[in-house]
Structure formats: structure tokens, C-alpha cells
């Protein structure tokens, strides 16, 4: 698509990853100025085009493991001879992986009007190529609590259910008593003895059902030992066989749990972004902080995750004030090449190579420039050609 500039009714707004061509006879036909604020763009007839910034994102694995004391814990050694085993309810984080990346949206601070000079006897032709999609970016809320990060979701911690992690500790809580009750009739010199049995329910103590899950775990490997000899001389295949092994082992350490208890792991995946600022002197951000005992926290001095860029800065040219011209014409960046390194206490988790396109010098085009392709991706100059 080809738009004539000197019968623009108005405005047009260019949006990043876009490829602009111009053609001009003249240098002195174009008129580029840098735009602060909508107002400056009141009875304007041009195109606005935005420099590209780069906008980094940390994406975090974080490890959650959670033990669990079997509730016949106590028992383990007596009835089982285990002294190995889980006594309390714990919680250990730690870092799994990490991965950096970057991606590229309009710099607000480095918008730009092209108006043709109004004298000019020439022409000046503008292509756009092709529009890639916009990418979207997800911020964090810094109202949230605690400060600056999302809630911790109550689903991350999961709650001790023996019904769910110990099911063989619930599967009979309570077993069937018959009591017998002998009760005397006596008429004249007659006596006569009436017996009643009355049935009642009584829960098990927790002894009790350690032996009895003692006694389920003998058994169970009793049975494995009998099948594998062939005690019950029946030829069974070798796919049947194994599945009846499998049960039993599944039995058997469904029984054990509740004396050796349940480690649980799950993977929380965390994400953070933030802009380079320029003429920052360190280019260290804190991302987050983090303990072993309690996962994600707010960063502090010894706890800490962050991002250090490894680059030569140059001095950043900072192109025209806003509202005045640019003294050559189109306004472009060379970006800045770097190493952005993810690092907890000094030691490196990752690293990888990026361009960092705010941290680079604001340059124009020379004077008498015959054709140009300007890629908005980059906020570089894809080809010049001058005569």
C-alpha cells in the first residue's frame, strides 16, 4: 500500500514490527518531529512511527516439596523395625529452571510525527510491509499482597487428608464389638439366665491399627512370595502374573505409607518481565526474593533473584526535544548487543545473549538520502541508498 502524504486528511498511527520505505527527492521535503503528548498532533497531517524498546522476561520453575508424617508414625519402629521415617509435616522449595527471553513494543518516549514540508515541489511515497501481531504483556499489580508479587494461591499448599493420602488408614476406623449381657430372672425359687448380645461400634486406636497394618503388610508380601514360587499351581500368563504382582505391591505400600509417611512434589511456575532503564549505572534488577523454606518472597539483600545485563553502554543520544524538529530527518536506534545473567546469591542460574534496543544511541539519517528501508521492529535502517 502506497500512501501520498501531501493529501493526508489527518493522522495515521504506525504500530511496531512494521517495515517503512521511504522515497524522497529531497531531503528537505521531509519534517520529522518527536511528539510528547496527543495534543501536539491537533490539526497535523503526517504519519507517527515509535521507536521499538525491548521489554526482558524471566520465566521461574520453582520446586514445592511437601512431607507428610504418616499418622502411624510413632509406630514404625515397634511393629515395622523402621527408624527412617517422616515424624513431622515439612515444606522445601528450590529452584528448578529458569529462562530468559525477550520481546519488542513501542517506546512512549520515542514517538515521532512525518509531515511533508508544504513548499516542497516533490513527492514522497511511503510502503508499509506486512503487520506481524502485536504481542501483549501481562503486568504485575503492585497492589497485591504481598507487595509486588501475585497472592500465593491457597491450592499451592496442600492439606494433610489421611483420606486422601493414607487411605488405608481410614478404609475401617471403627470395628464391630459384641458384647454379651447375661441378665437373671429369678421367680419364686426359680432362676433363670437370659443372655443378650448387644453390638456396638469402637474406633480402633492407633496401636490397634498399627499391628493390624503390620499384619496387612506380612500378608501382602506372603502372598507376592506364593505367587512367584507357583504355590497356587495354576499356570498363569506372564501379563497375569504381573498384574497381580503389581496390585499387591500397590497394597502393600499403601500400607507402609502410614508408617513411613508421603513426600509430594509439585512444579509453581512463576513469571516477571521489566524495561532496561537508561543511564541506570547498574543494570541489576531484582526480580524476587527466595528461601528454602518459604518459596517466593520480596527481594532483599542476601535473597535475591536477579537479572544482570553485561553490555558496553554508550552515551545515549537522546534525539531531539519533544516538539522540535529532528535535525536530519528520520530518527533510528542501534541497539546495544549484551549478556543478560539470572543470578541467586552470586551464582548464575542462566545466561543468554540479547539486544537491548532503549540502551543503544538515537541517531538520524543523513542529508541526502535517496531511498531508505526503515524496519520498526528493530527501530534500525535495513538498507540506504545516497546520492
Given at each position: ?171 475401617a476406623p471403627a470395628r464391630d464389638v459384641i458384647d454379651t449381657i447375661i441378665r437373671k430372672v429369678s421367680i419364686d425359687t426359680l432362676v433363670i439366665e437370659e ?48 498384574f497381580m504382582h503389581n496390585k499387591l505391591e500397590e497394597q502393600r505400600l499403601e500400607y507402609l505409607k502410614l508408617f513411613t509417611g508421603v513426600s509430594v512434589t ?122
Amino acid at each position: 500500500m502506497k500512501t501520498r502524504l501531501i493529501n493526508l486528511p489527518g493522522v495515521v498511527a504506525i504500530t511496531i514490527i512494521l517495515t517503512l520505505l521511504v522515497h524522497s527527492d529531497l531531503f528537505a521535503q521531509l519534517r520529522v518531529t518527536r511528539v510528547s503528548a496527543p495534543e501536539m498532533l491537533t490539526g497535523k497531517n503526517g504519519i507517527v512511527y515509535s521507536l521499538p524498546r525491548t521489554l526482558v522476561h524471566v520465566d521461574l520453575w520453582i520446586d514445592k516439596t511437601q512431607q507428610f508424617a504418616g499418622p502411624l508414625a510413632e509406630f514404625a519402629e515397634e511393629f515395622m523395625g523402621m527408624d527412617d521415617v517422616i515424624t513431622k509435616n515439612t515444606v522445601n522449595f528450590s529452584i528448578n529452571n529458569a529462562c530468559l527471553w525477550t520481546s519488542v513494543e513501542p517506546d512512549p518516549g520515542q514517538v515521532y510525527l512525518i509531515e511533508k514540508e508544504e513548499k516542497s515541489q516533490g513527492e514522497i511515497w511511503i510502503s508499509f510491509g506486512k503487520t506481524s501481531p502485536v504481542i501483549s504483556i501481562e503486568k504485575f499489580d503492585k497492589t497485591v499482597s504481598p507487595k509486588g508479587f501475585a497472592d500465593w494461591d491457597e491450592d499451592l499448599y496442600m492439606v494433610q487428608d489421611p483420606g486422601h493420602l493414607f487411605r488405608k488408614y481410614s478404609e475401617a476406623p471403627a470395628r464391630d464389638v459384641i458384647d454379651t449381657i447375661i441378665r437373671k430372672v429369678s421367680i419364686d425359687t426359680l432362676v433363670i439366665e437370659e443372655k443378650i448380645l448387644k453390638h456396638t461400634l469402637v474406633e480402633y486406636t492407633d496401636r490397634e491399627k498399627a499391628r493390624e497394618a503390620a499384619g496387612k503388610i506380612r500378608q501382602i508380601e506372603q502372598d507376592k512370595y506364593n505367587l512367584l514360587i507357583g504355590y497356587q499351581e495354576t499356570a498363569y500368563s506372564l501379563e497375569a502374573l504381573a498384574f497381580m504382582h503389581n496390585k499387591l505391591e500397590e497394597q502393600r505400600l499403601e500400607y507402609l505409607k502410614l508408617f513411613t509417611g508421603v513426600s509430594v512434589t509439585e512444579t509453581l511456575k512463576f513469571d516477571y518481565h521489566f524495561y532496561p532503564e537508561i543511564g541506570k549505572e547498574k543494570q541489576e534488577y531484582a526480580l524476587a526474593g527466595f528461601s528454602k523454606n518459604a518459596g517466593i518472597t520480596e527481594p532483599g539483600d542476601e535473597n535475591a533473584i536477579v537479572v544482570k545485563l553485561q553490555a558496553e553502554i554508550p552515551d545515549t543520544i537522546p534525539g531531539p526535544p519533544a516538539g522540535e524538529q529532528a535535525t536530519t530527518g528520520l530518527v533510528y536506534r542501534i541497539p546495544v548487543s549484551a549478556v543478560a545473567v539470572l543470578t541467586y546469591q552470586e551464582k548464575e542460574i542462566v545466561s543468554k545473549p540479547v539486544e537491548i534496543l532503549q540502551l543503544g544511541m538515537l541517531l538520524t539519517l543523513p542529508a541526502g538520502f535517496k531511498r531508505v528501508e526503515f524496519n520498526l521492529e528493530t527501530g534500525t535502517l535495513k538498507t540506504v541508498i545516497i546520492e
